[in-house]
């Protein structure tokens, strides 16, 4: 089955408590990418990698690293998380960024205290 | 700056009538829209998309509009099912490369 899987679904943390967000796609797609949801302000990018260790910033990347060293794999980290980091997050992957569909994994509620 | 808008937070519709979902962005250099839905719980799941060389996509009971003079596009959900009731997201791209999303609405559909 064509899945994105996340993990952790839900984290509690406390602040500047490192922390990684795995995400995992089994399509063999070269586009990934990290979203934030916020009330009132929707989806924001935060990373976005075109493959294997090319990396791009999105429109919300401070506080956040990625890394792409395998293609099925993205993982999002916060190496000193900060309250204003609880949100939802969102993987994504895809054949290309914007002209094909993007698979979104089911999600990962993080909350930084 | 939020270059692309869903004005509407929320929007209740009564089963079998149409929904109509609004979206205005500010680029003109998008050129490649979409429309995701998500339900509680779950992630976006893609809907349905057009190309800026289109003005309408239809996919069974529903149909994207886009009006580039305007800088608007719309999505008509016609009958609307109470299965439809979730949050639906706009978004634009342009240049094959980043992506905006507009902030959501959510749709109920009453039966």
């Known amino acids: 089955e064509a899945q994105v899987t996340q993990n952790p679904r839900y984290l509690i943390t406390v602040t500047g408590k490192k922390l990684t967000v795995t995400c995992s796609q089994n399509?063999?797609?070269?586009?990934m990418s990290w979203y934030r949801q916020d009330p009132g302000l929707g989806l924001r990018q935060i990373y976005y990698s075109m493959n294997v260790e090319v990396t791009d910033k999105g429109d919300v990347p401070e506080g956040y690293k990625v890394s792409r060293k395998e293609k099925r794999n993205f993982p999002l980290i916060l190496e000193s998380p900060s309250p204003n980091q609880t949100s939802l997050y969102f993987c994504a992957s895809s054949t290309s960024l914007s002209t094909d569909t993007q698979y979104f994994g089911p999600g990962t509620r993080l909350t930084v205290l | 700056d939020q270059q692309v808008k869903q004005n509407s937070p929320s929007l209740s519709v009564q089963e079998g009538r149409i929904s109509i979902l609004n979206c205005d962005y500010t680029?003109?250099?998008?050129?490649?829209f979409l429309w995701y839905k998500k339900y509680p719980a779950e992630g976006p799941t893609f809907l349905i998309s057009i190309s800026s060389i289109k003005d309408k996509n239809e996919d069974g009971r529903f149909t994207v509009f886009l009006n580039k003079s305007a800088k608007h596009l719309s999505l008509h959900i016609v009958p609307s099912q109470p299965g439809d009731s979730a949050v639906y997201f706009c978004?634009?791209?342009?240049?094959?490369?980043?992506?905006?999303f507009g902030a959501g609405t959510r749709l109920t559909v009453k039966p």
């Open positions: 399509m063999n797609h070269e586009y």
């Open positions: 680029n003109s250099m998008f050129d490649y």
């Open positions: 978004a634009a791209s342009y240049n094959n490369n980043d992506m905006r």
